[in-house]
């Protein structure tokens, strides 16, 4: 079988990321989407996050679909064109190949290079399964190019990314993949639950310090991407879950005073200064479901673990 991997609008998206990240290093409190973490050194260091002890998500997720996988593809259906929405190294859609035996798999996330080098060992293993890779931002409107099958779309959406999105805005993201689901379509879904602020603090802060440079390789990437002179050595990573917002958040403080400078812009920040970075969104069980439901999904199912820190859900369009 084929695959084809592309990387979408080069330059049209390079002049949107400059003017994104223009406008959160200038604005008051300075902040840098969390999509840029994902160079291909910081798609590794995620990688290597999901390794930590600290970092339940993902090895409480991969036991729900280890436990219910079958459940789950039952629910989701066979044969689906499953979209892999920041697929990174394809690891957990490849888990879930043998249960779910999709017709075509598509792989998207922001960091082309990274995606099809995992898509070309990905090939071998499976070459009957059709695979696309697009490097594209799916972050904001999108639309899948034609040599995507519009039919049964399965958009699968694990690890809790969503919470990288407000709630607000994580309602308008799934209504606009629900107008993309086509006829029997639907979505599989992984979100984070709330849960005690101590177990939230030590994810988020890692004994290791990987996700202190899993925060702080952000500052090379926008040095790379425009033209930046973040002086890494100078900022200090910071992770919490902040209850009454509901997410937790991740900052990187200046240790001292200092000026940053980039194409096109320039700025003082003083010792304390801090830059935010990501929130992780953390749901009620009921939220979860009233926040796809509220999108136009429907007949929605829930996994989750004993003690219940996750949810895998399924829904349909
Ligand atoms: C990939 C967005 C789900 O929020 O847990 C991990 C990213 N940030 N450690 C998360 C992340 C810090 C992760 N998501």
């Not at 075509?104 to 499976?126: G, K, N, P, T």
Request: aromatic share 10%; charged share 25%; glycine share 8%.
């Amino acid at each position: 079988m084929d695959i084809s991997c592309t990387q979408e609008r080069p330059r049209a998206a390079n002049a949107h990321v400059a003017d994104e990240l223009h406008a959160g290093l200038a604005a008051p409190e300075a902040w840098i989407s969390p999509k840029f973490l994902y160079d291909a050194l910081g798609s590794k260091l995620f990688e290597a996050i999901c390794e930590l002890p600290e970092y339940y998500p993902t090895r409480t997720e991969a036991a729900i679909f280890a436990r219910h996988g079958a459940e789950i593809a039952r629910s989701a259906g066979l044969g689906t064109t499953l979209v892999d929405l920041g697929a990174g190294n394809c690891a957990k859609a490849a888990s879930l190949f043998p249960l779910l035996q999709p017709a075509q798999y598509v792989a998207v996330d922001i960091s082309a290079e990274f995606l099809c080098d995992a898509l070309v060992r990905l090939r071998q293993r499976f070459p009957n399964i059709a695979m696309e890779g697009l490097g594209m931002d799916f972050s904001n409107r999108f639309e899948l190019p034609p040599q995507v099958r519009a039919e049964r779309r399965l958009f699968f959406y694990p690890g809790s990314s969503i919470g990288n999105f407000t709630p607000e805005e994580a309602q308008g993201f799934l209504r606009r993949l629900r107008l993309q689901c086509g006829p029997d379509g639907g979505v599989l879904i992984g979100i984070d639950l709330a849960k005690d602020k101590a177990t939230l603090d030590a994810a988020y802060d890692d004994a290791l310090g990987v996700t202190a440079a899993f925060n702080l390789n952000v500052l090379r990437h926008v040095n790379h991407l425009v033209g930046a002179d973040f002086d890494i050595r100078a900022w200090r990573h910071h992770g919490f879950y902040h209850a009454a917002r509901g997410r937790v958040e991740m900052h990187l403080e200046a240790v001292r005073r200092q000026e940053v400078r980039w194409k096109g812009g320039a700025r003082v920040f003083e010792a304390g200064d801090c830059i935010h970075t990501e929130n992780s969104y953390k749901y009620q069980q009921a939220d979860a479901i009233a926040l796809l439901e509220r999108s136009g999904f429907e007949a929605t199912r829930v996994w989750t673990d004993p003690q219940r820190w996750f949810a895998v859900i399924h829904a349909q369009a």
